[in-house]
């Protein structure tokens, strides 16, 4: 098994969404490519990971977030972190994060993640958790904005539990 970790290239785009339809995740082609602009801009980092060739996964890192409490820090967040069903528990994610948080200690002494609230996402909450990241105290964030006592709202993607680590 040989895995290898690199960044994200114009002919990966398709692919990409391809892997995560077939598992029934929507994951538009379009998301990949403003990826890669990002990247060209040097507004993110996507590393993509693959496994014998094969597309396994991937995550980025916005070197500027849009959670203003990372940005006032100058905190860049590890953002958008998938390994496919198949690969999942084989070591990708953990190298795939090794890698991430290698890159962010080069311009920062911290890295900032999000996490979902609901189980779909109890294996990331386990693993950013185990890996040392710890709450950020703002408690539960919607749309990059800390909530606030009474607010209410519908749990989606853009709910999520932000963390960040001392590297």
Known sequence: MKLELREIRKSDCTQISKSFELQGWDKPITQFEKYL????????????????????????????SDYKPFQKEGIPEIVDFNVLKKYQRQGIGTSLMDEAEDRIKKVSDYAGIGFGVYSDYGAAQILYINRGYKPDGNGIVKDSIPLKYGDTIIIDHSVVFCLTKKL
């Open 37 to 64: 602009e990002a990247q060209e801009n040097k507004e993110r980092d996507v590393i993509i990971a693959e496994m014998n060739g094969e597309f396994a996964g991937y995550l980025t890192i916005k070197w500027k």
